[in-house]
């Protein structure tokens, strides 16, 4: 079974700029989250998706946006970047993120923002 | 208000030095506590999922233990491809709407 994939992984862009990041869960998965990870704050927790819907929130600015397609596939939206924007960005997906459901990780995304 | 802790930051072994990390946590109603391992620049790599105090897991050189109040990930002869940095994660109950609390994670280094 394929695992988490995530494209593309290195992204170098520079401020002002917009950037898309995509999510394909494994197979069977309908849950979709996202996470940015950097040194000093570690895993946050942008949003999740299920069944399309944006089920959960974390404490971050409107630039960050994100949507499910309803094959679960997921993508996430930066606009107006900023050089503290610069993080790996995770995906996870599982089954349906309810109860307790693991969640597996993409590789992530690099991005940069110059 | 839920809370997760690792500690120690970092931890530097020898080679066949067996050691601890901690995970203590401050939650309402533990739902599961989850184990990952992750290696830089790449995504977490599950581990193990604990459910109730006095349960244990083990893979290969890794045992984990869980308590009311916290986990152990015991390390049992390292060796230098253990070393990446294992965090713990959380999910409670309540209004968490079951979103996993994460812990700033310990890094492990083991020396040949």
Known sequence: KAGVTQTPRYLIKTRGQQVTLSCSPISGHRSVSWYQQTPGQGLQFLFEYFSETQRNKGNFPGRFSGRQFSNSRSEMNVSTLELGDSALYLCASSLSGTSIDTQYFGPGTRLTVL | EDQVTQ?????????????????????????????????????????????????????????????????????????????????????AGGDSNYQLIWGAGTKLIIKP
């Open chain 2, 7 to 91: 500690s120690p930051e970092a931890l530097r072994l020898q080679e066949g030095e067996s050691s601890s990390l901690n995970c203590s946590y401050t939650v309402s109603g533990l739902r599961g506590l989850f184990w990952y391992r992750q290696d830089p620049g790449k995504g977490p790599e599950f581990l193990f999922t604990l459910y109730s105090a006095g349960e244990e897991k083990e893979k290969e050189r890794l045992k984990a233990t869980l308590t009311k109040k916290e986990s152990f990930l015991h390390i049992t002869a390292p060796k230098p491809e253990d070393s990446a940095t294992y965090l713990c994660a959380v999910q």
